[in-house]
């Protein structure tokens, strides 16, 4: 999905579940996913691997933004990515917000924060390390 800011960050697995764009927020993006088939896993709740791919994709959409902000193009390679279940997501929309901790010349620490109602009692959070390679050309 893109917009006026150059948001084009979604993967096809995110699409597959139904993750988008919900709205920019201190210039990094708000990302959704609605609750339906293609995110439950035992009934009226999110399965953990939709849990943690809406984490992902919303730390690698905060990575792009930030790059994208500072005039930088790099493909991202994952290091490691921890994810901790705080409870149960509901059958409800979920949301997701990364934040760059740390961004290096070649790698970046991003903390990831999914929650439903109540930004304050998330779902999930995360943590992720990713490589950022010189693009080839």
Do not use: C
Not at 13 to 25: K, P, T
């Amino acid at each position: 999905m893109s917009d006026a800011k150059g948001f084009d960050a979604l993967t096809p697995y995110a699409r597959s579940l139904g993750i988008e764009l919900a709205e920019w927020e201190d210039d990094t993006p708000v990302l959704r996913v609605a609750f339906e088939e293609a995110v439950e896993g035992r009934p009226e709740h999110y399965h953990g691997g939709a849990t943690g791919g809406l984490l992902e994709t919303a730390g690698y959409a905060a990575l792009r933004a930030e790059l994208d902000r500072r005039g930088r193009e790099a493909i991202l390679k994952p290091i490691n990515i921890t994810v901790q279940y705080l409870s149960a997501g509901k059958s409800r929309t979920s949301f997701a917000k990364g934040r760059v901790t740390k961004l290096g010349r070649r790698s970046a620490n991003l903390t990831v924060e999914a929650w439903q109602d109540d930004r304050s009692r998330p779902i999930a959070t995360a943590v992720m390390n990713v490589l950022m390679a010189e693009p080839e050309g």
